[in-house]
């Protein structure tokens, strides 16, 4: 391949500037001319393309957000769309895309492969909701946001003997709640993966441990469960313990990348570029066991992630 591109889509993702570095660098070192797709497939449909040499991504690395910019992208997901961001490919010359966002990116780069112009997808989500991967691009970060915003809040709900209900985010997802939760302490997690009854799981055991002498609490909850305001008006109820909800919403998508997001971020768009370098496309970077590989399209996306319900059995026992 003479030129390759990269996009970012859907949600934005701590260490995603880092992704497109990799990209823009490896792709120079392997002799490629390397564009930029702005506002994901919406910039790619209408053309908003660039240039990109290795300065265009200095002193990036360390930034949260994208540079590229993301957006939804409603008319891509009809066939005349996708026709229009072939052409679009066309007319610049781009050759193959390295596509950096999570399960919904990962289809329009299916849909483009078939079309005739490789993908490579990246796992860019702070939901980590990606089944074909442990990990993904922006997850680290996340935890330690929610994490210190949690701590935050613990201090509070210490000086006022109060209970904290925080809802992180993860959409669907209860992976960043679960390594939140634990982090932090809490003496319940709410995740959409497991049933839970609040009168029996949350309730009963803030009143368990109340009486051995604990009086601030933190409950964490995941997105896809929701109703914070309203599980923190049940707990003050049933219990007498004043009780406050936080959403932490889209603070945890922001801030300076982590050591680990920068690193993975690096590695998985190095990736992504090797193997559009031997015109191989249709395929997303994973990280299974401590090793980065690559899977079919197709496959990861008809992929079930499990939920680590050992993990949740630990955070559950040891929060007395």
Known sequence: MKTIAVLTSGGDAPGMNAAIRAVVRAGISMGMNVKGIRRGYAGLIEGDIIDMDARSVSDIIHRGGTMLYTARCPEFKTKEGVDKAIASCKAHGIEGIVVIGGDGSFRGARDLSLGGIPCVGVPGTIDND?????????????????????????????????????????????????????ACGAIAILVPEIEYDLQKDVIEKIKAVHKTGKKHFVVVVAEGVGGVVQIAEKIEEETGIESRATILGHVQRGGEPTAR??????????????LLNKG??????????????????????????????????????ISI
Do not use: P, W
């Open 261 to 274: 997001d920068r690193v993975m971020a690096s590695q998985m768009g190095y990736r992504a570029v090797e």
């Open 130 to 182: 990606i089944s074909s991967t442990e990990y993904t691009i922006g997850y680290d970060t996340a935890i330690n946001t929610a994490l210190e915003m949690a701590d935050k809040l613990r201090d509070t709900a210490q000086s006022h003997d109060r209970c904290s209900v925080v809802e992180v985010m993860g959409r669907r997802a209860g992976y960043l709640a679960l390594q939140t939760g634990i």
């Open 280 to 317: 191989i496309g249709n395929r997303v970077i994973t990280f299974v066991d401590n090793k980065l590989g690559d899977k079919d399209i197709y496959e990861a996306l008809a992929m079930k992630k499990k939920f680590n319900v050992e993990e949740y059995h630990v955070a559950t026992e």
